[in-house]
C-alpha cells in the first residue's frame, strides 16, 4: 500500500488513475482509498463531498495539466499547421497514445453526466472555440473552423472510445497523427 504521506496533488493523481480504470460509477471509496493507500475517513478529510469532490478535483487537475502543456501551443506564433501538431502531440502524450481512456466518456455517463455535464461542457466548448480560432486564421469562415473544430474533437473523443474497445491503440494514434488535416481541411 502506498506510503501514507502523499501530497493532495499526488492522492489527485492516483484517485485520477482509479476513475480512469473502473469509471467514476465503477470508482468506489474503497477502491479510491486503495488507490490512494489512504482510508476512508482520511479522503472525506481531504474530499468532504466523497466522491464527488474527488472527481472534481480530479477533473480541475486534468484542467490545469492541459492549460500548461497543450493548449499554450495553440496561443505561439508559429504557422497553424504547426501549432495544431504541437497540440496534437500533448493530447497524445496526456492520453498515452491513446492507451488511457476519455475521460469526456467517463464523466457524462449516469450520475457523473448530472454531476459534471455543465463543466465538460464548457471545457469542450472552449477547446473548440481555441482550434476554430487556429482554423480561422488560415481564411476558412468562422462557421466552417467551429465545425472542423468540433468534428476533429468528435473523431479525437471517438477513436479513445474505439481504441478502448478494440484494445488496440492503433485508431487512436492514426487519428491524432492526422489531426492538423482534419482541421485544416487537408
Given at each position: 500500500m502506498p506510503a501514507p504521506t502523499l501530497s493532495r496533488d499526488e492522492?489527485?493523481?492516483r484517485i485520477l488513475a482509479e476513475f480512469r480504470r473502473s469509471g467514476y460509477q465503477g470508482a468506489t471509496?474503497?477502491?479510491l482509498?486503495?488507490?490512494t493507500g489512504l482510508g476512508k475517513s482520511s479522503?472525506?478529510?481531504y474530499f468532504p463531498n466523497g466522491k464527488a469532490d474527488m472527481a472534481e478535483a480530479a477533473l480541475e487537475a486534468v484542467g490545469i495539466w492541459l492549460g500548461e502543456h497543450v493548449m499554450p501551443a495553440l496561443a505561439e506564433d508559429?504557422?497553424?499547421e504547426k501549432r495544431l501538431k504541437k497540440f496534437s502531440a500533448g493530447l497524445s502524450e496526456f492520453y498515452?497514445?491513446?492507451a488511457k481512456p476519455c475521460l469526456t466518456d467517463l464523466f457524462t455517463i449516469g450520475e457523473a453526466g448530472d454531476l459534471f455535464q455543465q463543466y465538460l461542457k464548457q471545457r469542450l466548448s472552449g477547446l473548440i472555440k481555441a482550434l476554430a480560432a487556429v482554423v480561422a486564421e488560415t481564411g476558412v469562415g468562422a462557421e466552417e473552423a467551429a465545425r472542423r473544430a468540433e468534428d476533429a474533437m468528435i473523431s479525437?473523443?471517438?477513436a479513445l472510445v474505439v481504441?478502448?474497445?478494440l484494445g488496440n491503440t492503433a485508431p487512436f494514434v492514426r487519428t491524432m497523427r492526422n489531426f492538423p488535416g482534419l482541421l485544416l481541411g487537408e
Amino acid at each position: 500500500m502506498p506510503a501514507p504521506t502523499l501530497s493532495r496533488d499526488e492522492v489527485v493523481q492516483r484517485i485520477l488513475a482509479e476513475f480512469r480504470r473502473s469509471g467514476y460509477q465503477g470508482a468506489t471509496l474503497a477502491s479510491l482509498s486503495q488507490a490512494t493507500g489512504l482510508g476512508k475517513s482520511s479522503l472525506y478529510h481531504y474530499f468532504p463531498n466523497g466522491k464527488a469532490d474527488m472527481a472534481e478535483a480530479a477533473l480541475e487537475a486534468v484542467g490545469i495539466w492541459l492549460g500548461e502543456h497543450v493548449m499554450p501551443a495553440l496561443a505561439e506564433d508559429a504557422p497553424a499547421e504547426k501549432r495544431l501538431k504541437k497540440f496534437s502531440a500533448g493530447l497524445s502524450e496526456f492520453y498515452a497514445k491513446g492507451a488511457k481512456p476519455c475521460l469526456t466518456d467517463l464523466f457524462t455517463i449516469g450520475e457523473a453526466g448530472d454531476l459534471f455535464q455543465q463543466y465538460l461542457k464548457q471545457r469542450l466548448s472552449g477547446l473548440i472555440k481555441a482550434l476554430a480560432a487556429v482554423v480561422a486564421e488560415t481564411g476558412v469562415g468562422a462557421e466552417e473552423a467551429a465545425r472542423r473544430a468540433e468534428d476533429a474533437m468528435i473523431s479525437l473523443h471517438g477513436a479513445l472510445v474505439v481504441s478502448r474497445a478494440l484494445g488496440n491503440t492503433a485508431p487512436f494514434v492514426r487519428t491524432m497523427r492526422n489531426f492538423p488535416g482534419l482541421l485544416l481541411g487537408e
